[in-house]
């Protein structure tokens, strides 16, 4: 610490402090519905304190083993881990709107799960204070094109923390509800269900930054450390025909499609917010099948979902700074220009053309003559152009691709083979092989020879670790 951090140190007489106060909170599924007589939702629970509204007619919801009845106006407010499920009551149909909270703090998060008194009348004190503080959410959740400028998102987020501070207010006002109790085995299994979701947000809120393009060149390098590996990375967005937003009880469905039709290529990370984004970071070596996997997503959402969504693209790129323009381009595939005369939307997918040639490339790296222009040749383009779609298409030349594949295989026969560095040389392509030292020590930081080294010490250490196990 540096010496003139308190330049009034000597003369301080007293000096009182406490611990840093750190916190953070997240709001999830915010949405308002209104249902006909009849309707239902079957039982269920989550790790999340639940905020239930009725705006009109009557709601009958059983938490537990106790059902509560609502009218409108009234709140019911259902502990992190209960078990509940909920319906109409009486004639006619019912309007109500919930939100979904988790605080990462253990202390406020304790009481939450032993309230006794959840139902809270429309004349109640908390339920008076907390109306107004609702009434933006509920407006946003019926418009929610309007959040989509700074403002407006920096005006909800104001507005959660008053709730926020409500809610606690309501909590330290009954000191006895922080009295240490005994959390039994499902809180627990709750409380660890709410950290992970806590992760998986943190991720998806890593990842949505990129969108915005205000990631320095430094910042986004630094970012790298905290996202998943990756020599590629796609991003396609999902909405309704004619509209970026779309919401019916099948989207947690259609997450968990898209994200289980997307994996094959790499880690997925969905941002679920005005529409559904999915950022895929793939470490294949060649470029992945995205459009096959795009297309095979959207046909599955299209029969089991809704057969109004489609996928939009944004591209696949190597340089992290390119996610922010992928991310607008996947909402152009939206626009009424991207319509054709028939009404079906066209996506514009990775060129075909650089495609096959990188199949060209993972065939032929190890010969020594291979080039861009023979390249160019066999596809029957110019070197210039196929130079270009290169450097369009995926943010590298065709130079860096062919080091790259070469440099991947110079690597595998290093571990896997007992050749000489010189004939691993001309295995991937080189005739050189001062030259091909002198690459892959600019690469990968040491010698082919030192390479080869660290990895059978690696892999005596794991052997013997497997041995003393």
Same mark, same amino acid.
């Given at each position: 610490?540096?010496?003139?951090?308190?330049?009034?140190?000597?003369?301080?007489?007293?000096?009182?402090?406490?611990?840093?106060?750190?916190?953070?909170?997240?709001?999830?599924?915010?949405?308002?519905?209104?249902?006909?007589?009849?309707?239902?939702?079957?039982?269920?629970?989550?790790?999340?304190?639940?905020?239930?509204?009725?705006?009109?007619?009557?709601?009958?919801?059983?938490?537990?083993?106790?059902?509560?009845?609502?009218?409108?106006?009234?709140?019911?407010?259902?502990p992190p881990g209960w078990t509940?499920?909920?319906?109409?009551?009486?004639?006619?149909?019912?309007?109500?709107?919930?939100?979904?909270?988790?605080?990462?703090?253990?202390?406020?998060?304790?009481?939450?799960?032993?309230?006794?008194?959840?139902?809270?009348?429309?004349?109640?004190?908390?339920?008076?204070?907390?109306?107004?503080?609702?009434?933006?959410?509920?407006?946003?959740?019926?418009?929610?094109?309007?959040?989509?400028?700074?403002?407006?998102?920096?005006?909800?987020?104001?507005?959660?923390?008053?709730?926020?501070?409500?809610?606690?207010?309501?909590?330290?006002?009954?000191?006895?509800?922080?009295?240490?109790?005994?959390?039994?085995?499902?809180?627990?299994?709750?409380?660890?269900?709410?950290?992970?979701?806590?992760?998986?947000?943190?991720?998806?809120?890593?990842?949505?930054?990129?969108?915005?393009?205000?990631?320095?060149? +430094?910042?986004?390098?630094?970012?790298?450390?905290?996202?998943? /590996?990756? @020599?590629?990375? &796609? =991003?396609? !967005? $999902?909405s309704r025909k004619e509209t970026?937003?779309?919401?019916?009880?099948?989207?947690?469905?259609?997450?968990?499609?898209?994200?289980?039709?997307?994996?094959?290529?790499?880690?997925?990370?969905?941002?679920?917010?005005?529409?559904?984004?999915?950022?895929?970071?793939?470490?294949?070596?060649?470029?992945?099948?995205?459009?096959?996997?795009?297309?095979?997503?959207?046909?599955?959402?299209?029969?089991?979902?809704?057969?109004?969504?489609?996928?939009?693209?944004?591209?696949?790129?190597? +340089?992290?700074?390119?996610?922010?323009?992928?991310?607008?381009? /996947?909402? @152009?595939?939206? &626009? =009424?220009? !991207? $319509?054709?005369?028939?009404?079906?939307?066209?996506?514009?997918?990775?060129?075909?053309?650089?495609?096959?040639?990188?199949?060209?490339?993972?065939?032929?790296?190890?010969?020594?003559?291979?080039?861009?222009?023979?390249?160019?040749?066999?596809?029957?383009?110019?070197?210039?152009?196929?130079?270009?779609?290169?450097?369009?298409?995926?943010?590298?030349?065709?130079?860096?691709?062919?080091?790259?594949?070469?440099?991947?295989?110079?690597?595998?026969?290093?571990?896997?083979?007992?050749?000489?560095?010189?004939?691993?040389?001309?295995?991937?392509?080189? /005739?050189?092989?001062?030259?091909?030292?002198?690459?892959?020590?600019?690469?990968?930081?040491?010698?082919?020879?030192?390479?080869?080294?660290?990895?059978?010490?690696?892999?005596?250490?794991?052997?013997?670790?497997?041995?003393?196990?």
């Amino acid at each position: 610490m540096s010496e003139s951090f308190d330049p009034g140190r000597d003369l301080c007489a007293e000096l009182h402090a406490m611990s840093n106060v750190h916190f953070s909170f997240q709001i999830y599924g915010i949405h308002w519905r209104n249902v006909r007589q009849g309707w239902s939702y079957q039982e269920h629970s989550h790790p999340l304190l639940e905020l239930n509204l009725v705006l009109e007619g009557t709601q009958a919801t059983r938490v537990g083993d106790k059902e509560y009845v609502q009218g409108p106006g009234d709140l019911l407010l259902i502990p992190p881990g209960w078990t509940h499920a909920s319906r109409t009551e009486g004639v006619g149909g019912m309007t109500f709107f919930c939100l979904h909270l988790n605080i990462d703090d253990h202390f406020i998060m304790e009481p939450l799960y032993h309230l006794t008194d959840i139902l809270m009348p429309k004349n109640a004190d908390l339920t008076m204070r907390l109306r107004p503080l609702l009434a933006p959410f509920i407006e946003g959740a019926s418009r929610p094109s309007e959040l989509s400028s700074s403002y407006h998102r920096v005006k909800i987020q104001a507005n959660s923390l008053n709730l926020i501070t409500a809610l606690i207010e309501m909590l330290i006002s009954d000191e006895s509800g922080f009295a240490n109790k005994e959390f039994n085995d499902a809180e627990r299994r709750t409380m660890l269900g709410a950290v992970k979701m806590r992760e998986q947000t943190l991720m998806e809120k890593r990842v949505q930054d990129l969108f915005y393009g205000t990631l320095g060149a +430094d910042v986004s390098k630094t970012y790298e450390a905290l996202l998943p /590996s990756y @020599r590629w990375i &796609s =991003v396609c !967005s $999902l909405s309704r025909k004619e509209t970026l937003y779309w919401d019916n009880k099948d989207r947690a469905y259609a997450r968990s499609l898209l994200e289980e039709v997307l994996s094959p290529l790499g880690s997925v990370v969905i941002i679920d917010d005005l529409l559904m984004t999915a950022v895929v970071f793939s470490n294949q070596i060649s470029v992945p099948p995205v459009e096959q996997k795009m297309l095979e997503a959207e046909k599955c959402l299209q029969k089991n979902v809704d057969p109004e969504l489609h996928l939009g693209f944004g591209g696949i790129a190597t +340089d992290l700074r390119e996610v922010g323009s992928m991310y607008e381009q /996947s909402l @152009r595939a939206f &626009s =009424v220009d !991207s $319509l054709d005369t028939s009404g079906s939307r066209t996506i514009e997918f990775v060129n075909r053309i650089i495609r096959l040639a990188m199949n060209r490339l993972e065939t032929e790296y190890a010969n020594k003559d291979f080039s861009l222009g023979l390249l160019a040749e066999s596809l029957n383009i110019t070197p210039n152009y196929l130079s270009a779609l290169f450097t369009s298409e995926t943010s590298m030349t065709f130079t860096q691709h062919l080091t790259r594949i070469r440099m991947e295989q110079a690597k595998r026969l290093l571990n896997e083979t007992q050749f000489k560095i010189y004939q691993i040389c001309k295995e991937v392509g080189y /005739s050189d092989q001062a030259y091909f030292s002198r690459l892959f020590k600019s690469l990968e930081g040491i010698s082919p020879f030192d390479y080869r080294e660290h990895s059978r010490i690696r892999e005596i250490q794991l052997t013997v670790d497997k041995f003393k196990k």
